[in-house]
């Protein structure tokens, strides 16, 4: 299996809701990433998860909260968005081993639409 | 701090003809690059990386990448492209040296490739 998978696909969320994204691999892979991708830019990186432990925050508001409840799974928890947090948000993996280079796989994304 | 830059935000080419999609690269150590193809609303594929060795790296779907390291070049090339080559493709630099703890993977701006028939 060399799939990353995404849900939802599409996500409709008002400013004062609560919301989670869902990412899940099983290609054994110890490294899981959150990307923001605005149309037409490149993604940018928001989280990383080596080993079940955050590794990188790159300076995300914390009204987007990551959870790696085990090396399958990656959530990211979404409370008081506003319009501009409206974008594709893609999951990556990569299997990170620490002594090469590897790349990552990206899943479908979720296209989150905040009213 | 790692960058690459893609100089054509959009590349047009009739079908059959070659391809290229032009990235250059600025780092503090060695080199790890890749290239993604991104078709619309969907997410990134990979599709080939240069890390050491041979300057010509051969990657999926036919597309092979040429790393020059006098002109901190990564140009992505198909001999003859098809119309389904037509998507958005990303150039990337990852964080060298290697990090045990998590690695970045950083994005040049994209190229829009457009293949008429």
């Known amino acids: 299996d060399t799939e990353v998978t995404q849900t939802p696909k599409h996500l409709v969320m008002g400013m004062t809701n609560k919301k989670s994204l869902k990412c899940e691999q099983h290609m054994g892979h110890r490294a899981m990433y959150w990307y923001k991708q605005k149309a037409k830019k490149p993604p940018e990186l928001m989280f990383v998860?080596?080993?079940?432990?955050?590794?990188i925050n790159e300076s995300v508001p914390s009204r987007f909260s990551p959870e790696c409840p085990n090396s399958s799974l990656l959530n990211l928890h979404l409370h008081a968005l506003q319009p501009e947090d409206s974008a594709l948000y893609l999951c990556?993996?990569?299997?990170?081993?620490?002594?090469?280079?590897?790349?990552?796989?990206f899943g479908p994304g979720t296209r989150l639409t905040v009213l | 701090a790692q960058s690459v830059a893609q100089p054509e935000d959009q590349v047009n080419v009739a079908e059959g003809n070659p391809l290229t999609v032009k990235c250059t690269y600025s780092?503090?150590?060695?080199?790890?690059l890749f290239w993604y193809v991104q078709y619309p609303n969907r997410g990134l594929q990979f599709l080939l990386k240069y890390i050491t060795g041979d300057n010509l790296v051969k990657g999926s779907y036919g597309f092979e990448a040429e790393f020059n390291k006098s002109q901190t070049s990564f140009h992505l090339k198909k001999p003859s492209a098809l119309v389904s080559d037509s998507a958005l493709y990303f150039c990337?630099?990852?964080?060298?040296?290697?990090?045990?703890?998590?690695?970045?993977?950083?994005f040049g701006g994209g190229t829009r490739v457009l293949v008429k028939p």
């Open positions: 990556a993996s990569s299997q990170e081993t620490g002594s090469r280079v590897d790349e990552q796989f």
């Open positions: 990337a630099v990852r964080d060298f040296p290697i990090k045990a703890a998590g690695n970045k993977l950083t």
């Open positions: 998860y080596s080993y079940e432990k955050l590794s």
């Open positions: 780092v503090s150590g060695n080199p790890y």
